[in-house]
C-alpha cells in the first residue's frame, strides 16, 4: 500500500462516517453520543483520506479554555503502521496549540499498546499511577504545548 495520504478537517456527520471505518471502534460510533459529548465545546474533527478512502479518523474537544481533549481516534487495520495516527496525533497538536491551548490530555487503555507508546515517544506523560492500572482503567495522558 501506498502511505500517500491526506488529512481534512470535516464535521460531525464526516467524522461520525469515518468512526465506522474502525472495527474497534465501529459500534459506538452514534451522533447522540458525539452530541452529548462534545455539546456546544470548540472541537477538530480530522479524517485521513488515502485517494478518497477513509483510512483514519481523529476527534477532540476542549474541556476547557486551556485544555483540549483528544476523544476518539482510529486508524483502519490496513493502513497501521503507516504513519497515520502520527500524522493525525500531529495535527491535532499543531492545531490545538494554533488556538490557544496549553494541554492536549487523551485517555487509553492497556490493550492499546501501540497507541500508549506512541504516546510515550511523542512526550505524552502518563498520569494514572501505574498501580491504579487494571484491564478496564483508562488511563490518562497529558502534554503541554
Known amino acids: 500500500m501506498s502511505s500517500r495520504f491526506s488529512l481534512k478537517p470535516v464535521s460531525l456527520s464526516g467524522c461520525l462516517t469515518a468512526q465506522r471505518h474502525i472495527p474497534e471502534l465501529a459500534t459506538g460510533a452514534s451522533r447522540v453520543r458525539y452530541q452529548r459529548?462534545?455539546?456546544?465545546?470548540?472541537?477538530?474533527?480530522?479524517?485521513?483520506?488515502?485517494?478518497?478512502?477513509?483510512?483514519?479518523?481523529?476527534?477532540?474537544?476542549?474541556?476547557?479554555?486551556?485544555?483540549?481533549?483528544?476523544?476518539?481516534?482510529?486508524?483502519?487495520?490496513?493502513?497501521?503502521?503507516?504513519?497515520?495516527?502520527?500524522?493525525?496525533?500531529?495535527?491535532?497538536?499543531?492545531w490545538a496549540k494554533a488556538h490557544g491551548y496549553q494541554e492536549i490530555q487523551v485517555k487509553s487503555m492497556l490493550c492499546f499498546s501501540a497507541m500508549r507508546a506512541m504516546l510515550a515517544k511523542y512526550q505524552y506523560l502518563q498520569l494514572t499511577a501505574n498501580s491504579q492500572i487494571n484491564a478496564d482503567t483508562k488511563i490518562i495522558f497529558s502534554k503541554l504545548l
Open 37 to 94: 459529548r462534545i455539546a456546544a465545546d470548540p472541537f477538530l474533527a480530522l479524517v485521513a483520506y488515502q485517494q478518497h478512502h477513509i483510512i483514519g479518523f481523529k476527534l477532540g474537544f476542549a474541556l476547557s479554555p486551556q485544555c483540549f481533549y483528544s476523544w476518539l481516534g482510529g486508524v483502519v487495520p490496513s493502513y497501521r503502521s503507516q504513519g497515520v495516527a502520527r500524522a493525525l496525533l500531529q495535527y491535532q497538536e499543531r
